[in-house]
């Protein structure tokens, strides 16, 4: 017994994988002591305002400085004119597209770049920009996707606009980006045709925008006399940014220096290059001056990259009791005035394929076509996975259509559809090998622990009720997720591929500094991936420092986007220290005058086999490392890097419920109850796991009740103040209840899945099907989001309920 207790805190002291550490960046954040990149002030720096378009769409016939430079401050108005010389009036995107970096010749969406100011002080820029005159010619806009392609439709971009192709493949029309199909179309009709039941479905995905706390900016630093540039900025993605500026600007990328910082929130709008960013380091470039350059809210919610605008059309073959034998489904994907979110070169649609979902789904086709229209630029951004949403929000709408026609339970029709246990790994008919999952055992947990036969029974006798006054709601989503982009040979990004990185450097002490090409934006990688290591070596995460975002420091890695994080670096920061500890299982066989196969492994110190009393620890090693006792040959020190390429994809899944009261008379929606099992494989920490959780129900709740971004018919933005947007705050938000189940991923080391992102995509279509399900008994197979109170009155309204 002495023993056990004598190993518990021997285990107990490294707060390794398994125990919720509390996190350790916290202690600077809760008492102020963060650096976010308006906290950077440099000598000498100069501010930058952006001149914004006022038109969705218009010519600039003539830009006039005069009165804006007659302002007392302002230095300098730069326009696209200034850029042309050095060659960046134009950027290329992350997505195959190029982008205005200032409007060069005409606007394309409301609030585009067209100038910057540049001026002593924030307020002064501010001035300056409202002094800047701008002589425009309207042009029509196009805002409705499904007008896009119509033969009249005024050309969005002159620039491309005899390009066959933008990155993606062939262009049937001048507006139009690409065309992305997967999975067999003549099997899928077969199917179809063949089929006992058939049911089809507008699914839209409204444009919806991720609102972190923090806006976006930037301070970018150029040195004349040594030639390097360091910029400070809000991304997720700081060595892709490092890439796109060598590409750009022509500084060798060595000169370059990115620096990430801490971030307020990141949620996807912190990956794509924006403008902003580009002519602040133009502007540093030229003026020799730090220029910093930060957004506004509206800038934030009104420019930079939005989500979804998704209008897909989708459609279910199933035989008589409820087995799908065919999903078929069309979207038109709205992309705003430029392809500039993030996608795999050969990933346009991002990883939508993903849409059979848990289900084994015999035949499958989609095809999607993106189209430019004259909005903000974006797409792909959202805690989405990469257009996992609507895929999830499609499947997991599409069954729910499917049981209501066919009379069978919900929770029923999906067991039937599982793939089950034993056909794991499962390639699905769009082509994904699910590595792992448990979905029968995960949705039966949750429906036990919630009562579902008791919920249904409560439905069943309000229903019956002619007296009720509110509906009643249960939705449920039994989603798959794909993240961990990914396997270099499916994913690249301009060529790169991504692989990601962990580099480990310890210390004669004991101490650790880890580096990583992820870059943390709130989700907790000084904690966890400080866990990993603890574990894997045995050295208390206390003294385990993790440095991401410097790209001085770091080594190479696609940043942290899609939950990737913990599938990729996670691996690549295992598989590092395990380097370590094979060289430190060596110096101990040395040190104990034994081979390496007499030696085990026991929590902090390698012992030999059959003899306990010799042993040595890893902060023993530690030291030895940096001594002259070590293997002859051997070169001194513990340290090294991984550049991990994961082999696949992590498929992490959940089960939800949601029970939603709905009042009759006002269509007032509330939650009464949430309950989120999540299977992310072996849980790094817990209490994080938790966080990730709560706060991606939260932005699924924002999202499936009250986010969205309107236009009006000349592309006027009708919704980019706090004023407008919904942001719930926790007097809106409900009680989460979390549970899990642990179906280790089998090609992970650790056999960790993502996490991150699962509860937004999961969360979304769990409370539109609690909302619909409470109508379903009245015919209503689909309501549109968002489920606000007018929406939901409406469709009451139309029922006959209010009265
Ligand atoms: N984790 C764990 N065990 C697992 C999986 C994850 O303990 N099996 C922990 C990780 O160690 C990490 C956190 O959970 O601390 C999230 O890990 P992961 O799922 O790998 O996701 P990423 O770290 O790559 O985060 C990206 C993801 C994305 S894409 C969006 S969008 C989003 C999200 O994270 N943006 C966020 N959550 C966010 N949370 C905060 N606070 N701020 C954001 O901007
Ligand atoms: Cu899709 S939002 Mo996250 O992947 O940064």
């Known amino acids: 017994m002495g023993d056990m207790a004598e190993l518990q805190e021997r285990e107990q002291k490294l707060q390794g994988m398994g125990t919720s550490l509390l996190r350790k960046e916290d202690a600077k954040f809760i008492r102020g002591q963060g650096s976010y990149v308006d906290d950077i002030k440099l000598p000498g720096m ?31 108005v730069l326009t696209a ?61 196009i805002v409705d996707p499904k007008h896009s392609m119509d033969k009249d439709a005024v050309v969005i971009r002159e620039d491309i606009a005899d390009k066959t192709e933008v990155g993606h493949g062939p262009r049937t029309h001048p507006n139009h980006i690409f065309t992305w199909e997967a999975g067999d179309k003549a099997a899928a009709d077969a199917a179809f045709a063949g089929a006992a039941v058939t049911v089809r479905e507008e699914i839209l995905n409204p444009r919806v925008h991720p609102c972190p706390l923090e806006t976006c900016g930037c301070v970018a630093s150029f040195n004349k006399a040594t030639g390097h540039l360091t910029v400070y900025m809000t991304t997720q993605a ?50 020799g001056v730090p220029v910093k350059w930060i957004e506004s809210r509206m800038e934030n919610i009104g420019t930079t990259g939005f989500a979804r605008d998704y209008h897909g059309v989708g459609e279910l073959a199933a035989d008589a009791d409820g087995r799908i034998k065919a999903l078929r489904f069309t979207a038109l994907a709205d992309h705003g005035a430029f392809n500039s979110h993030v996608s795999a070169t050969k990933l346009p649609a991002g990883l939508f394929s993903i849409c059979t979902g848990s289900y084994a789904i015999p035949n499958a086709y989609c095809r999607v076509d993106a189209v430019y229209t004259n909005k903000a630029p974006g797409g792909v951004a959202y805690r989405c996975s990469l257009r996992v949403t609507e895929a999830v929000y499609l499947i997991e709408r599409m069954i729910d259509v499917l049981a209501l026609k066919l009379g069978i339970d919900k929770a029923e029709i999906r067991r039937r559809n599982f793939v089950k246990a034993e056909q794991f790994p499962y390639t699905t008919s769009l082509g994904w090998t699910l590595d792992s999952g448990a979905y029968h055992p995960a949705l039966d947990k949750v429906l036990k622990a919630v009562d579902y036969e008791g919920l249904r029974r409560e439905q069943a006798a309000l229903r019956a009720d002619p007296k009720a ?28 591929g991504l692989f990601d990185s962990c580099e480990i450097r310890v210390h004669p002490t004991g101490g650790v ?44 890695g696609a940043g942290t986007w899609g939950s990737r ?65 070590i293997p002859a040959g051997m070169e001194q020190g513990l340290n090294a890097v991984s550049y991990y390429d994961p082999p696949n994809m992590t498929f992490p899944f959940g089960a939800y419920l949601c029970v939603v009261d709905v009042d009759r008379y006002t269509g007032e929606t509330k939650v009464r109850r949430f309950y989120a099992l999540d299977d992310c494989g072996t849980r790094i920490n817990p209490m994080v796991i938790e966080g990730q959780i709560h706060g991606g129900l939260t932005e699924a709740f924002a999202v499936a009740f009250g986010q969205q971004i309107p236009f009006d018919d000349n592309g006027n933005h009708l919704g980019n103040s706090l004023m407008d947007y919904y942001l719930p705050t926790s007097m809106e938000t409900p009680h989460w209840e979390t549970d899990h189940t642990v179906t280790p991923c ?16 999961g969360g979304i279509p769990c409370f539109s099907n609690a909302v619909i399900d409470a109508f379903a008994h009245l015919g209503v197979t689909h309501m549109d989001m968002p489920h606000t109170a007018f929406r939901v009155w409406q469709q009451c309204h139309a029922l006959g309920l209010d009265r």
């Not at 030696?599 to 306990?612: A, H, S, T």
Request: aromatic residues 4%; proline residues 5%.
């Open 565 to 629: 994080s913990t599938p990729v670096s996670g691996a690549a920061t295992a598989q590092a220290a395990r380097k370590i500890k094979d060289k430190a299982r060596q110096i101990a066989a040395h040190l104990l005058e034994v081979a390496e196969a007499d030696l085990e492994w026991e929590i902090d110190r390698f012992k030999v086999k059959g003899n306990p009393e010799q042993a040595k620890t890893m902060k023993e090693i530690c030291m030895v490392a940096h001594t002259s006792n």
């Open 513 to 556: 500094i880890a580096r990583l090409g992820t870059m943390t934006q709130g989700q907790g990688h000084a904690t966890t991936y400080a866990q990993i290591i603890a574990t894997e070596l045995g050295l208390p995460a206390s003294d385990i420092v993790v440095e991401e975002g410097d790209t001085d420091k770091a080594p190479y």
């Open 46 to 76: 100069l501010f930058g305002a952006l001149v914004r378009s006022p038109y969705a769409h218009a010519r600039i016939k003539g830009i006039d400085k005069s009165k804006a430079l007659a302002c007392p401050g302002v230095v300098a």
């Open 469 to 496: 006054t509110t509906l009643m709601g249960i939705g449920l989503a039994t989603f798959t997720e794909i993240v961990g982009a990914g396997p270099t040979k499916v994913c690249d990004i301009l060529g790169i």
């Open 238 to 287: 700081p060595h892709l940014v490092r890439t796109v500026l060598a590409m750009l600007s022509g500084v060798a990328e060595s000169k370059i220096r990115v620096v990430g910082g801490d971030i307020g929130g990141g949620f996807g709008n912190k990956v794509p290059v924006y403008p902003g960013y580009v002519v602040a380091i133009v502007a540093s470039i030229v003026t």
């Open 81 to 141: 004119d200034d850029l042309k010389p050095v060659n960046l009036h134009w950027m290329p995107t992350l997505g195959g597209d190029v982008q205005a970096v200032l409007a060069d010749k005409k606007v394309c969406f409301q609030m585009q770049e067209v100038a910057m100011v540049l001026a002593t002080d924030r307020y002064t820029a501010a001035d300056g920009a409202a002094l800047v005159e701008v002589d425009y010619e309207e042009l029509p806009a």
């Open 746 to 761: 089998p090609h992970h080391p650790i056999g960790a899945k993502g996490v991150a992102e699962s509860p937004h995509v």
